[in-house]
């Protein structure tokens, strides 16, 4: 990660804590909806309500994509969280952009994909988060399936869970973060959020989320 790159990371970061879009509390735990406990809770849909901030990730979308894909024709916003954050950068880089569905409209033309995409296209998908990785993967073989080109996958934010590293991976797509779980708890222990022993919990979820669980069961 070159020193642009970090820096924006942690200014990112710096951004979801400060409006409360990523939310820690090690010691009382947030239950998802698959029943893990969990210290951080993030809703990247805030950064919407916020001009300086959602510029902020685009611009760090639009400079990994100038850096690493400067021949994407596409961008490919995953519902929900992802449109939004396509059209920004899409606006920036002066280029198409389409969405793509979590499953086929049940009426209509039934689509999956809407906008216009096309046979050959090299498409870059733009998400708001990875924890697992498996909905945006999903959207990505959509993509493929339709013929295009899938160059990568670009998130605001990753929980950088050994389990979404594999599956991109496999899936021989690179993925790409605007910032990440080490830079964001990194900039919540500097700004004075979390002390040393809620880092060292945060640290402990990350690397064995089940074993951190079973201290709240």
Known sequence: MNSNVS???AQVAQSLLDIEAVVLRPNEPFTWTSGMKSPIYCDNR???????????????FASIIREKYPEAEVLAGIATGGIAHAAFAAEKLGLPMIYVRDKAKGHGKQNMIEGVLKPGQKVVMIEDLISTGGSSLKA???VREAGAEVLATLAIFTYEFEQSV???AEAGIPLH???????????ALESGRIGE???ALLKAWRSDPAAYGARFA
């Open 197 to 199: 022993e809620e880092m």
């Open 7 to 9: 820096a924006l990371a």
């Open 46 to 60: 805030l950064t919407l309500s916020y001009p300086a901030i959602r510029n902020q990730i685009a611009e760090g």
């Open 140 to 142: 990505a073989l959509a």
């Open 166 to 168: 594999r599956a991109f």
């Open 177 to 187: 973060t605007v910032t990440n779980y080490t830079k964001l708890t990194e900039a």
